[in-house]
């Protein structure tokens, strides 16, 4: 590969520059300041440290008077308060004779009414994303971002006045992702901004497609000669179920990959407890894994996380558990693994039945859904809808979304929501309905189809 103008003294040494430093970050982030978790706070925590740890001062505790979390400060929690929320987080117990029933009725009407909405691991992606934003014009920012992708990424980086650099999947290679297709969009990008960021989802969503440990490797490679800073979109790594598919987190190549990638290569990586095998939306609990990041950087990223207090307690209990489950000698472990087993086999059937049905439907076609949540098939649309969609002002998909909604019920997402090569025309939609309900819809929605082209042609 030829070398960049400033470039020949990194390749002699053999050190590569970090893409996110103190002086390339977002400048904007180093004048927050919230003093009531700055420094003086985490000076707190190396006090507490140290007295645990036997060192003598002038006093043999550190009083937390900086903040107004009552409890962390020793009030007792209201009774009634805990009692409505493990009834919600475990609504098993509104058979039980321990709670009261004005609890039980509050609880079963929270249940009946909450959506499940807050932040999770999206809230940590936009940070990091903040982090990398800076410059103007042509020295604006840039992040590769696929195509489809989920639409957090272009919404962030709009809100963020940085650069989106498409990259489109190989559709037909089951959405694969080509690094020659990433050396297209950088090359062009770099006409007009500064890519300093190549974001990767896998398994991927919308598009359901897990990539293969060569692709990730090449994907670390490319990154590194290209000096971008990898953002690994994770959240669906336990959702993998065709035959021959595995998911290999990035970090984990990465380290086995060895020097100079191990040592250098910045990463971060993103998971969650709404998706997987849990599926636990309602508590918005996810993380952020640095790799590699620049210390002085990664100072300000917490300092930019503390602004926003703490996540709420059960989010956090629960995250404690995905990340380390029940172990084989606890009396939890088969019931846990039971259960576990049993929500990914189901969710493998339905990635099967939907591609099946889908691919028996003249004029649809869906590749096979090998991981994730979501199916993303390629419809054909008639020119005389295509036509009648532009006079409303509609995408050609949004339309027929918008019928389908109108006349079956079923509501999926259109394609172009989501990034799609010109005159291809998608939708999204998931594979969690029970069994029994999502024949039933796949069925039904494919009749639709039908019926649309027959009306337009």
Avoid at 413 to 429: A, L
Wanted: glycine share 6%; hydrophobic share 40%.
């Amino acid at each position: 590969m030829a070398l960049r103008a400033g470039d020949s003294q990194a390749a002699m040494t053999g050190v590569k520059e970090k893409v996110l430093t103190l002086d390339t970050m977002n400048s904007s982030i180093r004048r927050v300041e919230y003093a009531v978790r700055g420094p003086i706070v985490l000076r707190a925590l190396e006090l507490e440290r140290e007295l645990r740890q036997g060192v003598k001062k002038p006093f043999t505790e550190v009083i937390r008077a900086n903040i107004g979390d009552a409890q962390a400060m020793g009030q007792k929690p209201i009774t009634f308060l805990r009692q409505v929320l493990a009834l919600c987080a475990q609504p098993d117990l509104l058979n039980s004779p321990d709670f009261p029933e004005d609890a039980k009725s509050r609880a079963e009407h929270i249940l009946r009414a909450c959506g499940g909405h807050s932040l999770g691991a999206s809230d940590a992606i936009v940070t990091v994303l903040k982090l990398l934003v800076a410059g103007e014009g042509r020295a604006r920012s840039g992040v590769l971002i696929p195509i489809p992708q989920y639409p957090l990424y272009s919404a962030a980086l709009a809100e963020l006045n940085a650069v989106q650099v498409d990259y489109y999947l190989d559709e037909e290679r089951v959405w694969a992702l080509d690094v020659a297709e990433l050396r297209r969009a950088l090359r062009q990008a770099r006409e007009h901004c500064r890519p300093c960021a190549l974001c990767v989802i896998n398994p991927g969503n919308p598009t359901g497609q897990v990539q293969t440990r060569e692709c990730i490797e090449a994907v670390i490679r490319f990154a590194f000669e290209e000096r971008l800073f990898l953002l690994a979109d994770e959240v669906y790594q336990d959702n993998v179920y065709a035959e021959g598919s595995q998911f290999h987190s990035f970090k984990k190549v990465l380290t086995e990959m060895g020097s100079p990638y191990a040592e250098q290569q910045e990463l971060a990586s993103f998971h969650s407890v709404s998706k997987g095998y849990m599926g636990e939306c309602g508590f918005r609990s996810g993380y952020v894994e640095v790799v590699n990041m620049d210390a002085a950087v990664q100072q300000q990223m917490q300092k930019l996380m503390s602004v926003r207090l703490c996540p709420p307690v059960p989010g956090q209990v629960l995250l404690d558990v995905v990340v380390s489950p029940p172990a084989p000698s606890d009396p939890s472990f088969a019931q846990f693994q039971a259960e576990k087993q049993a929500v990914l086999a189901e969710l493998a059937a339905k990635a099967k039945l939907t591609e099946q049905v889908f691919n028996e439907s003249p004029g649809i076609r869906c590749n096979p859904v090998q991981g994730a949540m979501y199916s993303f098939p390629r419809m054909q649309l008639p020119p005389r809808a295509v036509q009648h969609a532009q006079e409303l002002g509609l995408a050609p998909d949004m339309f027929f979304c918008m019928s389908l909604l109108e006349e079956t019920g079923i509501c999926v997402v259109p394609g172009s929501g989501f990034g799609q090569r010109e005159g291809t025309y998608h939708f999204r939609m998931t594979i969690l309905p029970p069994m029994e309900k999502l024949r039933p819809l796949l069925e039904k929605l494919s009749q639709f189809h039908a019926k649309f082209t027959q009306e337009y042609s």
